[in-house]
């Protein structure tokens, strides 16, 4: 930067005067905790422009504010420089602060044309209330309206306030016009669930990547975005509440040769889609369930293959952990055949060796029980010369351990297990080893 753009004296001479002097009057801790980087910094901080910055606790540093008050000042006219400069790139305020309505509004006028990034989360505990507030209402409905520059918009709703019909207001303003530039989608609601709107991204949202829904309704033409990478649907109801139908639901998966990563959280149909065909998907990573064993297991059986590279992870959550009157068998029969299902489409191409017939070199299993509120069994493994792995949880902690054994020695011949891992297990004794 030219010296001629700063007006008056130069104030970097004295900002090395200032330190120097700071550095003898503080003890050797205190150096090591402000080093000459962290001064400068706070020197050229954005905040210097309006008011004095604030003391951080430190004696040392208190006492520095108060000695060179001035050169924080001189040292803003290069921050006015750069401030300047910031005026006029609009890349620099794409991402509106949602801190103040003025604030958000704006980054909203300086952003421009540039491809737009909308975060707001009720959680955070300086997020306004702008449920009651209608300034809030309009600058998120002026933000959201802005569709063809929308790149990501995060919509965040805490289970514990009243935000949830407030922000699902705003999501028509997502169906009307085309999404052009939309990349990245989440939004997560409360457990009452509300509806998103039947048009929702009908009016088009042609690079959509990622798209995650937590505790919503929807309407399946949403899943038949073709070229989504990543899809997380998490319904926090109970297992009693509507499932999708069968047909619909697994035609949005055909050919998905572009998804990745797919993480259903009791949302699959149900336990009928044994006669519905084979579901490809061609690329995927990770594959994360969360539903009753029917439902997972016959989910499994409609994929014709899952590559031998991908994640793996299925939590059964239909054993009610508060009643011990269910057959321990059960978890045991459902986990037999789960590995099953699981046997005929892991692996690379049709011919090649069942994942489950590689070698163990870790067995864990751990049953944390009813410890701290949580009830959940967890098993994995990890496969010798394999990249990707297995993980099974019981959410549950009335499990028959002894029966998971002897299905796991059919499968996977537990003689060749080197190290085993138990924690917690209060169902697991001596006579089970």
Partial sequence: MPRTLLTGNDPEPRLKNAYKAYRRTCTPYITEWCPSTAFLRRSFHASSLNSKPEPSGSAAVTKLYTLF???????????????????????????PIFQTPALAELFLHRSKKAPMVVRTSSKTNWQPSFSDDKAWRNILCSALSQTSRLYCVELEVNPDDDHQKALSALLPNLSRFPASAL?????KGTNAGITLPKDFLQAGAPILKHLEMKNYNYDLKLLSITQLTHLRINWGGSLSQRRPPVKPFLSCFRDRRYLQNLELGNALPGDCLLSTGNVTPLAFQSLILQDSAPAITSFICTISTIPAAARVHVAFNDFDPDRHDRPLSATTSSFDTFLLALNDCWRDAPGDRSRADDDAIEFHLFDFGPYNGVSRMELWFEHHGIPADLDVEFLTFNVDVEGLLRVLDEWLDISTVMTL?????????????
């Fill in 183 to 187: 990349e990245i989608l989440v939004v």
């Fill in 69 to 95: 008050d001035l050169e924080w000042l001189k040292a803003t006219r290069a921050c006015r420089y750069w401030r300047a400069i910031a005026v006029d790139i609009p890349h620099l305020w794409a991402e």
């Fill in 421 to 433: 891992f138990v924690e917690h297990c209060e169902s697991f004794t001596d006579n089970n080893v």
